[in-house]
T-cell receptor, first 112, second 112 residues
Framework: NAGVTQTPKFRVLKTGQSMTLLCAQD?????MYWYRQDPGMGLRLIHY???????AKGEVPDGYNVSRLKKQNFLLGLESAAPSQTSVYFC???????????FGPGTRLTVL | KQEVTQIPAALSVPEGENLVLNCSFT??????LQWFRQDPGKGLTSLLL?????REQTSGRLNASLDKSSGRSTLYIAASQPGDSATYLC???????????FGQGTELSVKP
């Protein structure tokens, strides 16, 4: 039981490049989330999903897109990376019963 | 506005001391409250989850309490150890499947 996994762990991009972050969970959880964590700003919700095929905007969705084509996967895309998107990105998932959120190890992204 | 506040922002104690971390929230209509631990450069590890109907939860040397009427939760750590050094985050969930609202965290340092 791997829990929540994220790939890649680290990435450096140049301004304007695109990339996709992958989150996978093996706990059959309905709900999945993407957060970013920045010094002094805490954790902020980017997008979330309440089930396969559904997505919704969080607090800071601009510049990001997401897809949940399979229940176990939640993808976060950056179409045209900007230096302001330099951050640590965390994925989380939770089941319907307890609503306890489990987090992945994070992806450290630097945009030059 | 739903806000979560953690005091103090940083705490340094000698090994063996019992300590209390505080979390307060502005809206008492919570669904549950979760305490996390985050080590530097790592993801968030769930420590304890308290449902809105519960008053406390215990796991080993950790005890979390919840007082909805006063909008407060405390995390009690008994017999602290250097390995307890980390940032502790409190997060409140207001709706099933909804987003967690995080406090800014308390950075704990336990000195040998």
């Amino acid at each position: 039981n791997a829990g929540v996994t994220q790939t890649p762990k680290f990435r450096v991009l140049k301004t304007g490049q695109s990339m996709t972050l992958l989150c996978a969970q093996d706990m059959n959880h309905e709900y999945m989330y993407w957060y970013r964590q920045d010094p002094g700003m805490g954790l902020r919700l980017i997008h979330y999903s309440v089930g396969e095929g559904t997505t919704a905007k969080g607090e800071v969705p601009d510049g990001y897109n997401v897809s949940r084509l399979k229940k176990q996967n939640f993808l976060l895309g950056l179409e045209s990376a900007a230096p302001s998107q330099t951050s640590v990105y965390f994925c989380a998932s939770t089941g319907q019963i307890l609503n306890e959120q489990f987090f992945g190890p994070g992806t450290r992204l630097t945009v030059l | 506005k739903q806000e979560v506040t953690q005091i103090p922002a940083a705490l340094s104690v000698p090994e063996g001391e019992n300590l209390v971390l505080n979390c307060s929230f502005t809206d008492s209509a919570i669904y549950n409250l979760q305490w996390f631990r985050q080590d530097p450069g790592k993801g968030l590890t769930s420590l304890l989850l308290i449902q809105s109907s519960q008053r406390e939860q215990t796991s080993g040397r950790l005890n979390a309490s919840l007082d909805k009427s006063s909008g407060r939760s405390t995390l009690y750590i008994a017999a602290s150890q250097p390995g307890d050094s980390a940032t502790y985050l409190c997060a409140v969930l207001y709706n099933q499947g909804g987003k967690l609202i995080f406090g800014q965290g308390t950075e704990l340092s336990v000195k040998p």
